[in-house]
């Protein structure tokens, strides 16, 4: 006899050998998948058999008049919004096609997930006439499922939300922001745990109204678009050219490049009045000329006081290659920062792997549009 | 009875081991002894380091006699539990004021010290200092006060040895171009860890011209031990001897030494690509230039311009000079140092066997990673210098070519 609990095991079993074909055509034949499902579908089938024999467990075999009256024998009805969920899923798909694939796609694994969720509804109301068991028999299939999915999706509701956030407001206030709001939740937080008497329905609801709130400033802030500065940089296409070419017009207005000018700087080259120079320990005062050891990743750091934005351009030397046939291409070893403001620091690391008499032009420093501005770099 | 003789053995021996172990501190020869500075920096240390070892060793006797008294003196004879007490606020406050007294006695020189040894502002003279597996260059820039006083009008690069002027306060940029390693040269300072991508300063100052050794001492792998060095302190007049040796222009071989023409066209056929002899021209009449970036993990092989004007090679582990050569230089007199250093290396004084043994199988007198088979990790590049499957004839001419270059 197929009782209500062996025939979800034998479904299961079923769609798990039908995993296992597909997987078999997918992965043209042999894999360890199909051996995987193979075995799964068998044990899954075997506790099926099991769960008909003794009748879900609820009643011995023997004891065949209690088969009528036990509980898998009683059918209850129970109210579903699954049917509902598949027809908008459906409608979704439906939408998708004349529309967008992502509509598309979202609307197929929505599907999916409604159809399954109404399968095991339906079986699972059939478990006896007690509604709150019924549940509790639902609830243990499709929890494992259920919650973790998810709690994903919220995962993800909140982080594409801060993010939006993060990427729309302006460099200044974004600390300010979150500091605050990092500070309201660690408040809000301590202030619950000390009130032991905070009820669960406050605390869900608080949850919620913030989730609406962080979703919906999110969902705004992406319509509104991101910063201006990043606009920019989209438009010009920052990564097409050549970044240290005067064709590169992106400034970083508030340069932070400077995480490693914090760990060891080389030499630090200032642009002051018109003047470029550099300073480096072990010598004392302004230099025209600096030395990095080869072969060595030095860090040189550029401090912008100019009015204007200015870029500082490391030049050593050329690289020929052979491309065979006479024909050969010569790259210009450089580095750059990019555009600085007035007071900007920026730095940048370069690695020179030929001593300056390789090359017939010095190695130098030079600030794009400063006339004369040039340090002369010596590698020994 | 027969206990109290095994206790006596014990004792004996212990004493025993512990005298060996304090005599062997007292080497006659110890050339990397902290306790003999050679220099203001490693003075200062050790003006800091004797009262402080001379205030810890007091304590230390102090110690350890009460607790030895206390075991004797209170030792289980089956008496009673004597009564147990807590708490004794006034012998509690004493023992502990007395070693707050006694670090901060210790503390306030030694941060006056470290800020000290810190120091750039008086910097004479500046060096870059670069370590590798398993050995250091030093290069001098011609940049600043190098050039305007020294004389130094085109970056020198050397390596195993640093030369440095008498009483100048030399400050050196040490970092690394593999993993981390550290500077030390006890008589002259105390060690600095060359990281990579960092530079950190050490101040160096000799007061005495003659050789001072030092070891690297940051285990950096397989050859760590043979990575060594020296630094080698000359009177102002040598050392601008020195600088005015390192800067001639090179000089192919003359014609009636034909072996050494004969080297240098090895040279260039076999360690030009990795090893840098400014001036060197190829057959075509372009200046060669070395590409250890691409044969060499760390990018680097010795500078060879001006091999023989230095008495050590390969991480300063093995020498240059004979041994009778070699005591020669180490014992003058520092009034006569400075013409026996700057000789450099005669062929009578070459030790041959050690460079021949390098030059046939360097991998083999240095453990390096250098297995032509097994580079696929680093690309293909070596760690140290391959063996290049020399014959005798070619090691010969080699070895011509290398004794002029001075
Ligand atoms: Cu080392």
């Not at chain 2, 000089?251 to 990795?274: H, I, M, T, W, Y």
């Not at chain 2, 991998?363 to 020399?390: S, V």
């Amino acid at each position: 006899m197929i009782t209500t609990g062996s025939k979800f095991l034998y479904g299961l079993g079923t769609a798990t050998t039908v995993a296992a074909i597909l997987w078999f055509i997918a992965n043209d034949g042999g894999s360890i998948g199909v051996v995987a499902l193979a075995f799964l579908a068998v044990a899954l089938f075997f506790i099926g058999a099991i769960a008909s024999f003794v009748r879900d467990g609820h009643v011995l075999s023997t004891e065949t008049e209690a088969h009528a009256s036990s509980n898998a024998a009683q059918r209850g009805v129970g109210r579903s919004w699954f049917p509902f969920g598949t027809a908008f899923a459906t409608g979704m798909v439906a939408v998708g096609l004349v529309s967008s694939p992502g509509i598309f796609k979202v609307g197929i694994c929505l599907q999916f997930a409604m159809l399954g969720e109404w399968l095991i509804k339906n079986w699972s109301d059939r478990a006896s006439s007690n509604p709150a068991y019924n549940e509790k028999v639902r609830s243990w299939v499709v929890h494992p499922l259920e919650i973790p999915v998810g709690g994903s999706l919220l995962l993800a509701v909140i982080v594409l939300s801060f993010s939006r956030i993060m990427l729309s407001i302006s460099k200044e206030s974004g600390p300010i922001v979150f500091a605050i709001a990092g500070a309201l939740v660690l408040f809000v937080g301590s202030m619950i745990s000390v009130r032991r008497g905070a009820s669960r329905r406050i605390v869900g609801a608080l949850a919620g109204v913030v989730l609406v709130a962080l979703s919906g400033a999110g969902i705004a802030l992406a319509l509104d678009g991101e910063r201006h500065e990043l606009t920019v940089a989209a438009e010009e296409d920052h990564f097409a050219h050549r970044p240290c070419g005067e064709e590169a017009e992106e400034a970083d207005e508030d340069a932070g490049r400077a995480v490693s000018a914090k760990s060891s700087v080389a030499a630090t080259v200032i642009l002051r009045d018109g003047r470029l120079f550099a300073e480096m320990d072990g010598w004392a005062g302004e230099l025209s000329a600096i030395t990095l050891q080869r072969s060595n990743p030095s860090n040189i750091l550029f401090i912008n006081e100019d009015d204007h934005e200015h870029r500082m351009v490391v030049t050593y030397g050329m690289i020929t290659e052979d491309l065979g046939g006479g024909v050969s291409k010569d790259t210009v070893l450089e580095a750059c920062t990019s555009l600085i403001g007035k007071g900007g620091t920026q730095a940048v690391s370069v690695v020179i792997p030929k001593p300056s008499f390789a090359s017939e032009e010095p190695y130098s420093i030079t600030v794009p549009g400063v006339e004369g501005a040039s340090i002369e770099i010596q590698v020994p | 009875m027969k206990s109290s003789r095994r206790w006596s053995t014990a004792i004996k021996s212990t004493l025993a081991v512990s005298a060996l172990t304090f005599l062997a501190g007292c080497a006659k020869d110890a050339p990397q002894d902290t306790w003999q500075p050679a220099g203001p920096n490693a003075e200062k240390i050790d003006n800091l380091q004797r009262p402080v070892f001379y205030v810890a060793g007091i304590v230390g006797v102090i110690v350890f006699a009460a607790v030895a008294w206390v075991i004797f003196r209170y030792r289980d004879r089956g008496q009673a539990l004597p009564e147990q007490t807590h708490g004794k606020p006034a012998l509690e406050i004493t023992l502990t004021v007395i070693p707050v007294l006694i670090l901060i006695g210790v503390g306030v020189p030694t941060v006056g010290t470290i800020f000290d040894l810190a120091k750039t502002s008086d910097t004479e003279m500046t060096i870059n200092v670069t370590g590798q597996q398993w050995w250091w260059e030093y290069d001098y820039p011609a940049v600043g006060d190098n050039a305007d006083v020294y004389g130094i009008s085109e970056p020198i690069v050397t390596s195993g040895q640093l030369v440095i002027p008498e009483d100048t306060k030399v400050l050196l940029r040490v970092t690394s171009r593999d993993v981390i390693h550290s500077y030390w040269i006890p008589k002259l300072n105390g060690k600095k860890d060359g990281v990579p991508g960092r530079v950190h300063l050490l101040r160096l100052e000799g007061s005495e011209p003659g050789i001072y050794a030092g070891q690297c001492t940051e285990f950096c792998g397989l050859s760590h031990a043979y990575m060594r060095m020296e630094t080698v302190v000359l009177s102002k007049t040598d050392y601008a001897a020195w600088v005015a040796n390192q800067l001639e222009p090179y000089a192919s071989p003359s014609a009636d030494n034909a072996l050494a023409v004969e080297g240098e066209k090895l040279f260039l056929q076999q360690c030009a690509r990795c090893h840098q002899v400014n001036g060197l021209l190829n057959p075509d009449g372009t200046p060669n230039i070395a590409a250890p970036d691409q044969y060499v993990v760390s990018g680097a092989a010795p500078n060879l311009t001006n091999l023989m004007t230095r008495n050590t090679f390969a991480g300063a582990s093995w020498d240059l000079l004979t041994p009778e050569c070699r005591d020669d230089v180490w014992n003058a007199s520092s009034a006569e140092f400075g013409a026996k250093y700057l000789a450099g290396v005669s062929e009578d004084c070459l030790n041959q066997k050690d460079l021949r043994e390098w030059l046939r199988n360097a991998p083999e007198k240095k453990p390096m990673y250098a297995d032509p088979t097994k580079l696929t990790e680093t690309g293909g590049k070596y760690r140290g210098m391959p063996a290049l499957g020399l014959t005798e004839d070619q090691i010969n001419a080699i070895v011509a070519y290398l004794l002029e270059r001075k």
